[in-house]
DNA sequence: CTAAAAATACCAACAACTTTGTATTGTGCA
DNA sequence: TGCACAATACAAAGTTGTTGGTATTTTTAG
């Protein structure tokens, strides 16, 4: 009987709900990967972990209620056999130490580039554990807005717009800048703010200055 | 011939102007303290120090170019008599070690109340340091947000108000809720803008999220 | 008490974005 | 070839906030 090239599941655990969805479309197109679950905060992992038990979690530092670091201790200590990989969203190098002291079999900034993440992610589920840490490149695939606005399946047209919007464009402005109709961009503009789910130019400010900033 | 009460002479660096000028406002009502001057960066206190000698400095931690820590070594290094009071914006206790370690007198987080800052900077002015550090208090009349606000001297009508638009009142709502005419909120609100030297809701947005959040 | 500031109220013209439609043209994929 | 989708364009009616006024009452500080 042949052995079936398992995939490696998953757990992602992060407070960004909406990140984590991002992350998890750019998981799913691997083949190798499988995300099993997902979790907002601490206590929701812990409870996750008494029935399903991934290879591997991916465990973001900054969450409300248990902090990462504590996650981390009971995991390893309840099942020393899954992989954690620590996601910490900003540069703070000083927290590599304590995520190695903890246990963590890895760790990786949220704007580290995809191609990084996967790797990383492969090289610790096959029993590499992934110190010392190698700095990440920004600007890249895996930035954390992208990934995060993926999910709203923006055509480029309305991307491209958004950029504007975020410079504080009047429609009018944009259409003169794109040599378009302003009608055209009111209509690329609601198009947006449907996909995105937004009622009101405020709401679109805050969007973007919470996610694509 | 008698002593003059000497005023404790203090230089504020920050890298948010706008904060400064908050914490100068609160400073400057203390007939104990004199603002000596103010310093955008640690490029910019260092040069300072050639000509201006301050009893004390208070140095934000999180500044771009030269941080925190490395102008709190440089000042202890060729001005040891200066007294230093760290300030940082989260409550990263982490970073009290290596300020203690650096040789700062104080460590003081930005949310910590207007008496506690005071107490502390007499304190280290009169030779103790403050040391361990001890819980700040948040809600307090030194969160940031609150000193900031201040230099615009918003009536109590106009603070309100904003906090209605911060929660995304709009004029009719909020005008409901206080029992007020619409006319009056969009007097208020006018009067807002002005102060605030804002031109659209856009800029008002990213304003309330940038610093009163 | 009195002057200044704050709070209230009103108005009209305007600017910007929303909503709900319709409709045409181009383009990539099966 | 033909379907789905993207991109384009238009329009009317409505909502929300802006601007620049004026004006009365209430509160506060000297």
């Not at 190098?93 to 580039?113: P, Q, V």
Request: aromatic content about 8%; some cysteine; overall charge neutral.
């Amino acid at each position: 009987m042949e052995m079936a090239t398992e995939k490696l599941s998953v757990i992602i655990v992060d407070d960004h709900t909406l990140f984590i969805n991002g992350l998890c479309m750019l998981l799913q197109n691997e083949p190798d990967i499988e995300v099993m679950n997902m979790a907002a905060n601490g206590k929701e992992i812990l409870g996750l972990l008494h029935t399903n038990t991934p290879d591997m979690i991916l465990l973001d530092i900054n969450m409300p209620g248990i902090n990462g670091f504590d996650v981390l201790k009971k995991v390893k200590a309840y099942y020393p056999k899954i992989k954690v990989i620590m996601l910490s969203t900003y540069n703070e190098e000083h927290l590599i130490e304590k995520a190695k002291a903890g246990g963590a079999n890895g760790y990786i900034f949220k704007n580290a580039e995809k191609s990084e993440l996967l790797s990383v992610m492969r090289l610790v589920g096959q029993g590499q554990s992934w110190f010392p840490y190698k700095q990440a490149v920004v600007n890249s695939t895996f930035d954390e807005s992208d990934v995060f606005l993926k999910q709203f399946q923006l055509t480029k047209r309305e991307t491209e717009l958004l950029q504007f919007i975020k410079q504080n464009f009047t429609n009018q402005q944009m259409a003169n800048h794109l040599n378009l109709s302003i009608y055209t961009v009111e209509t690329h503009r609601k198009n947006i703010m449907q996909k995105l789910n937004l009622k009101n130019p405020v709401e679109l400010t805050k969007f973007i200055l919470q996610y694509n900033l």
